[in-house]
């Protein structure tokens, strides 16, 4: 069955390192998404990419990058991880012909920075 | 004032009552609407889309009121399973970016 992965799961890392969250689907969706949830915010859009090598700023995109070298993956990196970016991040994908697609999520990645 | 608000409950509710949850949104150009469910540490699932002329699914009925800018999502003769947090979501302008409402937290109790 096609799905979305996300890797790790859970990650603890110190402040200043770079950290890498992983992403990939296999229904071969055009439109992938990053989303961070906190209590009190929802969830708030970070980038979000429509095809391969298509990358767009979100409503949070300070402090994070993503590329898209293929339909799969859309790896999510915080260049120097804060505790401010502590959080769960969630990647979504959708199949991009309709306003209507529904977007599907992976099981999220929970991201403590010490 | 936020794009999508939410009354975040929590909504207490015995088994069998009849909820119903409003999500208002400031854009009168968004185009498409959807409710997500959210179960604890889960990922968010699609409930349902939300068509102008509303619609229904089984215990599960939304709607969308244009002039006053909201969407409500409806749940009759709730059960223990229905326990969860409902998002909505509403799509604003070109593409395919979703803005989320904050949530709202169902606790269905015996």
């Known amino acids: 069955d096609a799905e979305i992965t996300q890797s790790p799961r859970h990650k603890i890392t110190e402040t200043g390192r770079q950290v890498t969250l992983a992403c990939h689907q296999t229904w071969n969706h055009n439109n992938m998404f990053w989303y961070r949830q906190d209590l009190g915010h929802g969830l708030r859009l970070i980038h979000y990419s429509y095809g391969v090598q298509d990358t767009n700023k979100g409503e949070v995109s300070d402090g994070y990058s993503v590329s898209r070298s293929n339909t799969e993956d859309l790896p999510l990196t915080l260049e120097s991880a804060a505790s401010s970016q502590t959080s769960v991040y969630f990647c979504a994908s959708s199949e991009g012909g309709s306003a209507r697609d529904e977007q599907f999520f992976g099981p999220g990645t929970r991201l403590t920075v010490l | 004032r936020k794009e999508v608000e939410q009354d975040p409950g929590p909504f207490n509710v015995p088994e069998g009552a009849t909820v119903a949850f409003n999500c208002t949104y400031s854009?009168?150009?968004?185009?498409?609407f959807f409710w997500y469910r959210q179960d604890c540490r889960k990922e968010p699932k699609l409930l349902m889309s939300?068509?102008?002329s509303g619609n229904e699914d089984g215990r599960f009925t939304a709607q969308l009121n244009r002039a006053s800018q909201y969407i409500s999502l409806l749940i009759r003769d709730s059960k223990l399973s229905d326990s969860a947090t409902y998002l909505c979501?509403?799509?604003?302008?070109?593409?395919?970016?979703?803005?989320f409402g904050t949530g709202t937290q169902l606790k269905v109790e015996l």
């Open positions: 979501a509403v799509l604003t302008g070109g593409g395919n970016k979703l803005t």
């Open positions: 854009n009168s150009a968004s185009q498409s």
């Open positions: 939300v068509y102008s």
